[in-house]
């Protein structure tokens, strides 16, 4: 095995768990991928930089989502009205 | 289900704190976190902050709903708000909605009331237009009521529906930008002939583009640049096929492989426009700070 090896073996496996940052942030991935995304990043400053940002981007979207327009009322009721003009 | 609050004023972990202010300024965070409320669930927390100075057993002020759509870690959140049905139940839900009898009614209703805010929130990210949004919102519910039977649990009830929903604003932004290409912002498009697959015809509806830069209303759209944060303002100039992955990780909290499943496109694609989307974010961040004064 080269001495190159083990950086390369490191980056791939970085670059893997760059990809799932983001389902990591939102909670969303499952064992046993979440541990091992867990374990990687102690030991991984870039990712130790990334995933507080992420969490930055994701907690700032959502909080805009809450200040956007609801549905407006009666829209039940007009969907209603559709589905009996089309029966 | 326990949360506690993170002191970002004094218990910033010191590398975390260059890091941020390095990449936003201490503020910006510090703003951040509170307008999230600074809570976490404590696993999330504890595994991406690392030894911080918290208040435990914290009662938070907000429904948990507030953090299990997008802060939170949904799997410790209750998964199902009062009033609403678990997923595990929707299933028999949409086979009285199938029955189209005088049943069907009650159970379309609770479909709606459970899953209306969502879909429109998703056609409002797609379409630019409360109005607009409004009535292709409509019309994912009056496909789901004509094709309640095509249901087959295969996939989550959500991911259906936002599947439909997907499909009818594509279509409904291909339409706008009509035969001869894109067009920079959006234009007015009309109703035409009932399209294939028995989607509903589409009322007359001013819809955005793939444009990455949606300003195609300048009097609404300068009062949502008002609205939005310096983040949502970047996001906004992405692709929509970013943004809308962007929407389900960060909104609705989506895995990679359901998200692939409502998009039509592999678990690669998903990660790989998540990732480009992060790459340019990154550039415009970049970019941003040098005239964030001025934005």
Same mark, same amino acid.
């Given at each position: 095995?080269?001495?190159?090896?083990?950086?390369?073996?490191?980056?791939?496996?970085? /670059?893997?768990?760059?990809?799932?940052?983001?389902?990591?942030?939102?909670?969303?991935?499952?064992?046993?991928?979440?541990?091992?995304?867990?374990?990687?990043?102690?030991?991984?400053?870039?990712?130790?930089?990334?995933?507080?940002?992420?969490?930055?981007?994701?907690?700032?979207?959502?909080?805009?989502?809450?200040?956007?327009?609801? !549905?407006? !009322?009666?829209?039940?009721? *007009?969907?209603?009205?559709?589905?009996?003009? &089309?029966? | 289900?326990?949360?506690?609050?993170?002191?970002?004023?004094?218990?910033?972990?010191?590398?975390?704190?260059?890091?941020?202010?390095?990449?936003?300024?201490?503020?910006?965070?510090?703003?951040?976190?509170?307008?999230?409320?600074?809570?976490?669930?404590?696993?999330?927390?504890? $595994?991406?902050?690392?030894?911080?100075?918290?208040?435990?057993?914290?009662?938070? !002020?907000?429904?948990?709903?507030?953090?299990?759509?997008?802060?939170?870690?949904?799997?410790?959140?209750?998964?199902?708000?009062?009033?609403?049905?678990?997923?595990?139940?929707?299933?028999?839900?949409?086979?009285?909605?199938?029955?189209?009898?005088?049943? +069907?009614?009650? +159970?379309?209703?609770?479909?709606?009331?459970?899953?209306?805010?969502?879909?429109?929130?998703?056609?409002?990210?797609?379409?630019?237009?409360? %109005?607009?949004?409004?009535?292709?919102?409509?019309?994912?519910?009056?496909?789901?009521?004509?094709?309640?039977?095509?249901?087959?649990?295969?996939?989550?009830?959500?991911?259906?529906?936002?599947?439909?929903?997907?499909?009818?604003?594509?279509?409904?932004?291909? /339409?706008?930008?009509?035969?001869?290409?894109?067009?920079?912002?959006?234009?007015?498009?009309?109703?035409?002939?009932?399209?294939?697959?028995?989607?509903?015809?589409? !009322?007359?509806?001013?819809?955005?583009?793939?444009?990455?830069?949606?300003?195609?209303?300048?009097?609404?759209?300068? +009062?949502?640049?008002?609205?939005?944060?310096?983040?949502?303002?970047?996001?906004?100039?992405?692709?929509?096929?970013?943004?809308?992955?962007?929407?389900?990780?960060?909104?609705?909290?989506?895995?990679?492989?359901?998200?692939? *499943?409502?998009?039509?496109? $592999?678990?690669?694609?998903?990660?790989?426009?998540?990732?480009?989307?992060?790459?340019?974010?990154?550039?415009?961040? &970049?970019? %941003? /700070?040098?005239?964030?004064?001025?934005?």
């Amino acid at each position: 095995v080269s001495r190159d090896r083990k950086p390369k073996v490191a980056q791939d496996e970085h /670059r893997e768990i760059d990809l799932l940052l983001p389902w990591y942030v939102n909670g969303s991935l499952e064992e046993p991928e979440r541990d091992r995304v867990r374990l990687h990043i102690q030991g991984c400053q870039l990712c130790q930089q990334e995933a507080p940002l992420l969490h930055v981007i994701q907690a700032e979207v959502a909080s805009e989502r809450q200040g956007e327009p609801e !549905p407006a !009322p009666g829209g039940l009721e *007009q969907v209603l009205t559709k589905i009996k003009s &089309q029966q | 289900v326990s949360f506690f609050r993170i002191v970002t004023a004094e218990g910033i972990d010191e590398s975390y704190d260059n890091h941020v202010e390095r990449r936003y300024g201490i503020d910006s965070f510090v703003r951040d976190f509170r307008r999230g409320e600074g809570m976490y669930s404590k696993s999330s927390a504890q $595994s991406v902050l690392g030894d911080y100075s918290v208040t435990e057993n914290w009662e938070p !002020p907000l429904p948990v709903s507030f953090f299990t759509r997008g802060i939170g870690e949904k799997e410790i959140a209750p998964s199902v708000q009062p009033g609403l049905v678990a997923e595990q139940d929707l299933g028999s839900l949409m086979r009285c909605v199938t029955d189209h009898t005088d049943n +069907a009614n009650p +159970a379309f209703t609770t479909l709606y009331t459970q899953f209306t805010k969502r879909i429109f929130r998703f056609c409002l990210l797609q379409l630019r237009d409360a %109005a607009t949004a409004q009535e292709l919102m409509h019309d994912v519910f009056l496909i789901v009521w004509q094709s309640a039977h095509t249901y087959q649990g295969q996939s989550s009830l959500e991911v259906w529906l936002f599947g439909i929903a997907h499909n009818l604003c594509r279509n409904a932004r291909r /339409r706008a930008r009509g035969p001869a290409g894109p067009t920079p912002g959006g234009e007015t498009v009309r109703a035409r002939e009932r399209p294939p697959n028995n989607e509903p015809s589409l !009322p007359t509806m001013t819809v955005a583009t793939d444009a990455p830069s949606p300003d195609f209303d300048p009097e609404g759209q300068a +009062a949502a640049h008002q609205r939005c944060s310096l983040v949502q303002r970047l996001i906004n100039r992405l692709p929509m096929v970013q943004q809308e992955v962007i929407h389900f990780t960060y909104v609705e909290g989506l895995s990679i492989h359901d998200i692939a *499943q409502i998009l039509g496109v $592999s678990s690669g694609t998903v990660k790989s426009r998540m990732f480009t989307a992060r790459c340019v974010l990154r550039h415009y961040m &970049q970019e %941003a /700070r040098l005239t964030r004064e001025d934005l």
